[in-house]
């Protein structure tokens, strides 16, 4: 069961599933069902009792009512409302599946986590591929702008950048001080690859917390930042140049302006942000039109825009109204009650981390609550709660 534990964990954290789909000529909500057949399989033949997150449990019941009833009110929608659907049938079976799952692991859900520490290895391996060779990962369907971003098997940039630091958050104390410096570096070259801004400075923000908390030293975040800055700034005046010239290819317009927004934000373009102001408020206009019950299930997805809002925050207000206002929030609350809880610092710190990683990420992407990772994440962090509350403290 451990090895099964590993290869599920890897496969959600380096997005296999539409992979196993594309191969098999299926669709890539059958390996959830696969999984959940698999684990309920093994549960009844091992007569195990049932153990379920409640707080989580309470909360995924009272989002999948509320997207029924929305979804329901649509007339069943068209092609955009069902597949919003679809994937939120995928996020209760990720749920379950996991939760089932990550209950046959230990306390510290080490099997859990040095998954996701390989999925980091590997994950930063193959962004570096795709950058060196673009689009080598790209799947037949998939509608990404590559544009010089490494992308590898996450279909969109903006994942990728969520991908590596909620891994880096969970997996970070399975590590000796010594080599969580080196870790950090390697992480930090994916989420650079994706030239993704808004990954970067939350990338930052993290490390700073984490050296409050003294999961690395202030010496160690001084060196981290002064070194990482160096590099960014040698990219943008140098690095792009030898660069292209090594590879020989042309540097899209798209980075320079990514980079210049780091360097020298007055000459950069930002008619991408500018796009970006422009949707938020129109999102929050919506939200301000109907307040109480907003404007209807996946109205973000089927607006006059090409794009969606970039806010999580602001598409659950909305598409749901007031009970958008909860979401979010219960969601962190449910998933992060049990490991505040805990008598073990280093769980207790997890536990922050998660809430700020997932809060500033959804105001920079609307896509938060539909990504299976995440959920995963919520579960982890949930049953590194429930298992470890009344434990002593360790040392």
Request: contains cysteine.
């Amino acid at each position: 069961m451990k090895i099964f534990i590993f290869f599920a964990t890897l496969s959600i954290f380096l997005n296999l599933p539409p992979y196993y789909a594309l191969f098999t000529s299926t669709k890539d909500y059958v390996f959830y069902f696969v999984l959940m057949f698999l684990i309920s399989l093994y549960y009844f033949l091992n007569s195990r009792k049932i153990i379920l997150n409640q707080k989580l449990l309470y909360w995924m019941i009272g989002y999948f009512i509320i997207i029924c009833l929305y979804y329901i009110n649509t007339g069943l929608g068209g092609e955009f409302e069902y597949k919003r659907f679809v994937s939120v049938i995928m996020i209760i079976i990720t749920f379950f599946s996991f939760s089932l799952l990550y209950e046959l692991d230990d306390n510290n859900l080490t099997v859990t986590r040095t998954a996701i520490i390989v999925s980091m290895l590997i994950a930063v391996v193959l962004l570096v591929y795709d950058f060196i060779f673009p689009g080598s990962f790209l799947l037949p369907y998939a509608k990404t702008d590559l544009s010089g971003r490494a992308v590898a098997t996450y279909i969109n940039q903006n994942i990728v950048g969520a991908v590596l630091i909620l891994g880096l958050i969970l997996s970070i104390d399975l590590l000796p001080k010594k080599y969580r410096f080196l870790y950090i570096i390697y992480i930090f070259i994916g989420i650079a690859l994706t030239f993704s801004r808004s990954n970067i400075i939350i990338y930052f923000i993290i490390l700073f917390i984490m050296a409050f908390q003294k999961k690395i030293s202030r010496l160690t975040l001084f060196i981290i930042y002064l070194s990482l800055s160096l590099f960014l700034v040698w990219l943008m005046f140098w690095g792009l140049d030898w660069l292209a010239s090594v590879l020989d290819v042309d540097i899209p317009e798209n980075l320079i302006n990514r980079l210049s927004f780091f360097v020298d934000r007055q000459d950069a373009d930002t008619s991408d942000l500018n796009e970006r102001k422009m949707v938020l408020s129109a999102a929050l206009n919506m939200f301000m039109e109907h307040p109480i019950l907003g404007n209807g299930f996946a109205s973000t997805i089927t607006w006059k825009y090409a794009v969606g809002p970039h806010n999580t925050f602001a598409l659950t207000w909305a598409e749901f109204g007031l009970v958008g206002l909860l979401i979010i929030p219960l969601l962190l609350l449910s998933s992060t009650y049990d490991i505040f809880r805990t008598k073990q610092k280093k769980y207790y710190d997890i536990g922050i981390l998660f809430i700020i990683y997932f809060s500033l990420s959804s105001m920079f992407s609307h896509n938060m609550l539909d990504q299976t990772f995440n959920y995963v994440g919520a579960v982890i962090v949930a049953i590194l709660g429930s298992k470890n509350i009344g434990m002593s403290p360790i040392k």
